[in-house]
Nanobody, 118 residues
Framework: QVQVVESGGGLAQPGGSLRLSCVAS????????MAWYRQVPGEKFESVAS??????????TYADSVKGRFIISRNNTKNTVHLQMNNLKSEDTGVYYC?????????WGPGTQVTVSS
């Protein structure tokens, strides 16, 4: 059994920053990719950023819409993944979900709301 919990959502002004965190617990043997997705109102569910690999060979990927603004990072010891979101835009508003892949099976958190508004 794997539990995934996100935190750090909230309200930010355009141009502001928020930092999302996700912690995975339970049977994490074989943990692989950790990723962030989001559901933007009226839009499709989309991948935001993902990260995999150990301390010496980390591979991070980003959606084009967040490249240069968001940074994903991971602590393999603590089984956490973070999403630093800078220069936020109104179109970043949505529910952000953390996904953890363990031995090819995905576990999801319940999501955290991010609202970007003045």
């Amino acid at each position: 059994q794997v539990q995934v919990v996100e935190s750090g959502g909230g309200l930010a002004q355009p141009g502001g920053s928020l930092r999302l965190s996700c912690v995975a617990s339970g049977n994490l043997f074989g943990i692989d990719t950790m990723a962030w997705y989001r559901q933007v109102p009226g839009e499709k569910f989309e991948s935001v950023a993902s990260i995999r690999g150990g301390d010496d060979a980390i591979i991070a990927t980003y959606a084009d819409s967040v490249k240069g603004r968001f940074i994903i990072s991971r602590n393999n010891t603590k089984n956490t993944v973070h999403l630093q979101m800078n220069n936020l835009k109104s179109e970043d508003t949505g529910v952000y979900y953390c996904k953890v892949i363990i031995r090819r099976a995905a576990s999801w958190g319940p999501g955290t709301q991010v609202t970007v508004s003045s």
